[in-house]
């Protein structure tokens, strides 16, 4: 292992905050980051981190070499892109990370035809709500729903994302037709919730155009839009989901919509994100295959809710 690669490694260890952390990214054991460390320690002559059995601190000499070796891997990036687009055929790993239900929905289909007109591609697609860092984890794409938190990636937007307040038609003769945005907030809800968001408000404007926020009563929550359907779909809650979680529950009669009046703000929208504006081929067709699979500027999951526009807008 050479300098330059020494000092990415050192990068890692203080980007992902400790040594095993760094070790399980590359899946190598720990032993091998401190063994290269010290290495790295030995060439330059200098003490670069403070360890100590449980944590570690850098140098003063240490944060600049992290600062150097941070604009090493950018140019050592930016010169693999730069070689990559001079190929007349995409290929090498491409590395996307998103929400199981945008992977399995809208993101495998693209990909199952991509890898056929680009055999010389591989793929890693990683699924989960965690957000990651892009540039540390070495992903190229992500896509999300919602509106992007880290300014340094590049966020293109590639749909809208429209909030439906869906219920069965067992649970609305169980509980009846609900009048009011009140009503509902009383009745028994799904919700989606994760370790950084949690969706147990009905954000919308009233009839003065004024923001307004109900609390809904939660009486059941989870991490996957599909399951928390099923929980709607048994008759026991309502909920209130984006619409790209929807196929055919709606239009086969196993959703209705609840107060269809109700001015529902968008839940942010559907965007692809990644950490260079100077794409490498590959990543550059993917997502404008992405683009087209999905739909501009109506995306494909409103084709599959009936009467969408009349739906939860100004009145």
């Known amino acids: 292992m050479d300098t330059t690669s ?19 990214m590359r899946n190598i054991d720990r032993s091998v980051i401190s063994k290269q460390i010290s290495k790295l320690e030995d060439e330059l002559g200098v003490r670069l981190l403070n360890r100590t059995t449980r944590s570690f601190s850098l140098t003063a000499a240490g944060a600049e070499m992290v600062k150097k070796a941070r604009d090493l891997r950018m140019l050592l990036t930016d010169t693999v892109q730069l070689a990559e687009n001079y190929h007349q055929e995409p290929r ?9 239900t945008l992977g399995r929905r809208y993101i495998q289909p693209v990909i199952n035809d991509f890898q056929k007109r680009f055999p010389q591609v591989n793929v890693d697609m990683r699924l ?19 509106e992007p938190r880290d300014s340094s990636l590049i966020a293109r ?12 038609p067992e649970f609305i003769a169980t509980y009846g037709n609900p009048k009011s945005i009140e009503e509902l907030g009383q009745l028994p809800a799904a919700t989606y919730a994760t370790s950084h968001t949690r969706l147990d408000t009905i954000n919308y404007i009233n009839a003065e155009g004024e923001e307004c926020e109900q609390v809904i009563n939660a009486v059941y929550t989870s991490n996957d839009g599909e399951v928390i359907l099923d929980k709607v779909i048994s008759g026991t809650a309502f909920c209130l989901v984006p619409a790209f979680l929807i196929e055919n529950e709606i239009s086969d009669g196993l959703l209705t919509p609840l107060l269809p009046d109700v001015n529902l703000p968008d839940y942010g929208a559907m965007y692809a994100l990644y950490p260079h504006r100077d794409l490498p081929v590959r990543t550059r067709l993917l997502l404008d295959a992405v683009r087209h699979y999905i739909g501009e500027p109506v995306p494909r999951w409103e084709l599959n809710i009936p009467e969408l526009d009349s739906l939860y807008k100004p009145q």
């Open 6 to 24: 020494r000092l990415i490694m050192l990068l890692e260890v203080v980007e992902q905050g400790s040594f095993s952390k760094a070790a399980a």
């Open 92 to 100: 090498g790993l491409l590395r996307i990370a998103t929400s199981h």
């Open 128 to 146: 989960g709500d965690r957000p990651v860092d892009m540039i540390s984890e070495g992903f190229d794409l992500a896509f999300r729903i919602g």
């Open 157 to 168: 937007k590639i749909a809208r994302n429209r909030m439906l307040l869906l219920a069965s």
